[in-house]
């Protein structure tokens, strides 16, 4: 099975700042990485899929990079609703994984 | 627009077995654009990827869970179900199904709100 390795685990950010999360897996899957954000007693919310597309209806200060094995999720300019956590998850091959998220907080 | 609506008993006793169902609108569940999916989350902490079927190509499981897991789909009733045996204190979780949407590639584009199973006795 493919391990997805997450980090950091937190991070302490401001409002405007620029925040990047990586996320490595444990063998190459290609493209087939998404992101989402989860807040406190919601499902989670698809950002990006295939690496680096932006789902409709995500702020384009959501990017996403990568291939193969290691990934990044860029927020840039920070909003006060971005505080939440972020995962990462391949569909590379069954089964499917996450990554073990990031909290992004003030 | 898909919706997802998870529906089950929020309390399962230790060993006996656990079942949820999806009910999908906008959609079909014979649709072979899409894997139907369940994750869980226990209380604090991650996500966890527990398997997800297709109409056609079948199911597929976490290694873990797959002598205890079956998931199945319901035509008829356009839902998918979940059925999780022998179950411990550590499988106490919000449970999500969702839709995972396939093309060029697999994402989870659609979920369930959500509901939380406690084993206990």
């Known amino acids: 099975d493919i391990q997805m390795t997450q980090s950091p685990s937190s991070v302490s950010a401001s409002v405007g700042d620029r925040v990047t999360i990586t996320c490595r897996a444990s063998?190459?899957?290609?493209?087939?990485l998404a992101w989402y954000q989860q807040k406190p007693g919601k499902a989670p919310k698809l950002l990006i899929y295939?690496?680096?597309n932006l789902q409709v209806g995500v702020p384009s200060r959501f990017s996403g990079s990568g291939s193969g094995t290691d990934f990044t999720l860029t927020i840039r300019n920070l909003q006060p609703e971005d505080f939440a956590t972020y995962y990462c998850q391949q569909a590379d091959s069954f089964p499917f994984s996450f990554g073990g998220g990031t909290r992004v907080e003030i | 627009q898909l919706q997802l609506q998870e529906s089950g008993p929020g309390m399962v006793k230790p060993s006996e077995t656990l079942s949820l169902t999806c009910t999908v609108s906008?959609?079909?569940?014979?649709?072979?654009?899409?894997?139907w999916g369940w994750i869980r989350q226990p209380p604090g902490k991650g996500l966890e990827w527990i398997g997800a079927i297709h109409y056609s190509a079948g199911s597929f499981y976490k290694s873990s869970l797959q002598s205890r897991l079956t998931i199945s789909v319901d035509t008829s009733e356009n839902q998918f179900s979940l059925k999780l045996g022998s179950v411990t204190a550590a499988d106490t979780a919000t449970y999500f199904c969702?839709?995972?949407?396939?093309?060029?590639?697999?994402?989870?584009?659609?979920w369930g709100q959500g509901t939380l199973v406690t084993v206990s006795s």
């Open positions: 063998q190459g899957i290609r493209s087939w």
């Open positions: 906008g959609s079909s569940v014979s649709s072979t654009s899409y894997y």
């Open positions: 295939g690496a680096s």
């Open positions: 969702a839709s995972y949407f396939y093309d060029n590639n697999v994402y989870a584009d659609y």
